[in-house]
Antibody
Framework: EVQLVESGGGLVQPGRSLRLSCAAS????????MHWVRQAPGKGLEWVSG????????NYADSVEGRFTISRDNAKNSLYLQMNSLRAEDTALYYC???????????WGRGTLVTVSS | QSALTQPASVSGSPGQSITISCTGT?????????VSWYQQHPGKAPKLMIY???NRPSGVSDRFSGSKSGSTASLTISGLQAEDEADYYC??????????FGGGTKLTVL
């Protein structure tokens, strides 16, 4: 089955770190760029970060630049998001998404919830 | 990068057509044909409805269509059905090699 499954979310205190994972299956993972998109409770979608198939190109939203690090392990069909110095405004459902071409996402996971609170 | 501008809500009766606009700048929508539209039902992940301005993925109804003029993209849904009631988001590639979403539009089918 073609799917993306996120994990690693949870409740974390402000200033602490968390690492999200996304396990891909049913397609050739290393053929495609991958992204993280988040959605704060009751709010809209916000693109967080993207990584090319070979990790040669990595981009971040201004809101997370310098705090979050995206990475991938093609041998394990996995995508990661290391989140440091977390803030209350990082509270959101984090989706993993597969880019087909030209920055559109044809496959999404169900998301993992990150709550930053003391 | 500021979010693209969408109306907060639109509504229509079954069978009618509605159009949702998405306004950006020359650095995003106006500069590239990399506009996409997503449908999101409550509690569900987004679903790709339109890519590259006007292309429909396999399996998406032809009642959904997309277009662009200058820095404004549009999603039109014809023959509205109850199951079309959802949130809709536009997105665009930007000159900063990033992606920007619109604020989202809640479609109500009356």
């Amino acid at each position: 089955e073609v799917q993306l499954v996120e994990s690693g979310g949870g409740l974390v205190q402000p200033g602490r770190s968390l690492r999200l994972s996304c396990a891909a299956s049913g397609f050739t993972f290393d053929d495609y760029p991958m992204h993280w998109v988040r959605q704060a409770p009751g709010k809209g979608l916000e693109w967080v970060s993207g990584i090319s198939w070979n990790s040669g190109s990595i981009n971040y939203a201004d809101s997370v630049e310098g705090r979050f690090t995206i990475s991938r392990d093609n041998a394990k069909n996995s995508l990661y998001l290391q989140m440091n110095s977390l803030r209350a405004e990082d509270t959101a459902l984090y989706y993993c998404a597969k880019e087909d071409t030209t920055w559109y996402f044809d496959l999404w996971g169900r998301g993992t919830l990150v709550t930053v609170s003391s | 990068q500021s979010a693209l501008t969408q109306p907060a809500s639109v509504s229509g009766s079954p069978g009618q057509s509605i159009t949702i606009s998405c306004t950006g700048t020359s650095s995003d929508i106006g500069g590239y044909n990399f506009v996409s539209w997503y449908q999101q039902h409550p509690g569900k992940a987004p679903k790709l409805m339109i890519y590259e301005v006007s292309n429909r993925p396999s399996g998406v109804s032809d009642r959904f269509s997309g277009s662009k003029s200058g820095s404004t993209a549009s999603l039109t849904i014809s023959g509205l059905q109850a199951e079309d009631e959802a949130d809709y988001y536009c997105s665009s590639y930007t000159s900063s090699n990033t992606l920007v979403f619109g604020g989202g539009t809640k479609l109500t089918v009356l």
